[in-house]
């Protein structure tokens, strides 16, 4: 899966389940304001990338994540990284 089609799952996954507008997604915007996310919402954000992407995301991996564009090179590093790539 390349970046483009992993961009466009993302946003359609998180759009759906956080209830916002797909176009309110950019990769410049910040993922907490944008979707509205509490302490909470992360433990389903790490679900969701579990169930629908294959990785499995800690704490620590959202340090430094601030936009959606952030968010999609961390879950591509993950899937990269479990392929051995």
Known sequence: MDNKELTEQIIAVLAE?????????????????????????????????????????????????VTFSDFINLIERKQNEKAGK
């Open 17 to 65: 389940e956080f209830e916002v507008d797909a176009d309110q997604i950019t990769p410049e915007s910040s993922l907490k304001d944008t979707l509205g996310l509490d302490s909470l919402d992360l433990v389903d954000v790490v679900v969701l990338v579990d169930q629908n992407f294959g990785v499995t995301l800690t704490a620590s991996d959202f340090v430094g994540i």
